[in-house]
DNA sequence: CTAAAGCTTCACGTCGACGTGAGAGTCAAC
DNA sequence: GTTGACTCTCACGTCGACGTGAAGCTTTAG
């Protein structure tokens, strides 16, 4: 099938379907006239790509394990055991990027949940150059 | 105070404190010879700033929401209750990043749970295109 | 007076998965 | 043959908080 096709039924635009072939994760036949053509193959490997890059996987590190992973119904699995730790490896780097969001989460609650000083008059426990008046103007 | 001290004693770089003044969180005065003078509540402000980048606020948002902002010891508090929402805001987008985060490792999870197929000789339940021998040389 | 810090304003590079045209060739149907 | 859908290859734009020189003033220590 053409790109046009393989698009429709993947769901990926066809920039995205000449990007990864840009980085090496599909490597479509030509036609004389230049003409990507893909094959049902090629559609589940699109579909493999997605799941990976949702997973929060670069295309380099796509490009690795792309080719040692089976799939049946959907669910991907490794095909090779040096495989899992690369995938490992990944999921510790988003899980230290949660914590990192959970960090900064915190950090407003603490702002959200801290007591609203004194607004008019005193200057008492704002020390901050132009305290209130400019609230109004940025809301 | 001149940047170089500014720098060092709030642990940003120069090139970060320009840049917060071109964003306009910062209004340094400057010298005849263009040098810029800054004071003790702009090394106070600088403090805050990098708690609101922490927090994961853009410099846009920041610039909104610095001038209504008061602290005390180092606990930053809204000086103005529209700022509250504004931050709540911020902290449910931050709760959908953890979120999608949360979902992308659980694909992961998946993948690196499930069952390794069988890897030499057989067909059966290997659909990919070319199976194992990359392994070894993509790891 | 001189050299060395320290400061200034540009202005491009970063990182990544594409979006979005531009300009041109290909193919099917009519 | 001709129109219109489809495809091709460039190649720049995106988003953001800076990093990193470059070329040239200013101030300070000696």
Chains 1, 2 share one sequence.
Not at 58 to 71: F, W
């Amino acid at each position: 099938m053409r790109i046009g096709e393989l698009a429709r039924r993947t769901g990926a635009s066809e920039r995205a379907l000449r990007y990864y072939e840009e980085q090496g994760l599909l490597r479509p036949a030509r036609r004389p006239s230049g003409y990507r053509e893909f094959t049902e193959a090629d559609a589940a490997t699109v579909r493999r790509i997605r799941t990976l890059l949702a997973a929060g996987l670069g295309t380099a590190v796509i490009a690795e394990v792309l080719p040692c992973m089976a799939d049946a119904d959907g669910q991907l699995a490794p095909a090779c055991a040096e495989l899992t730790s690369e995938l490992i490896k990944e999921r510790d780097r988003i899980s230290e990027e949660v914590g990192e969001l959970l960090a900064a989460r915190a950090i407003l609650d603490g702002i959200i949940a801290a007591p609203v000083p004194a607004a008019p008059g005193g200057e008492g426990t704002a020390p901050a150059p132009r305290p209130a008046e400019d609230c109004a103007a940025a809301v």
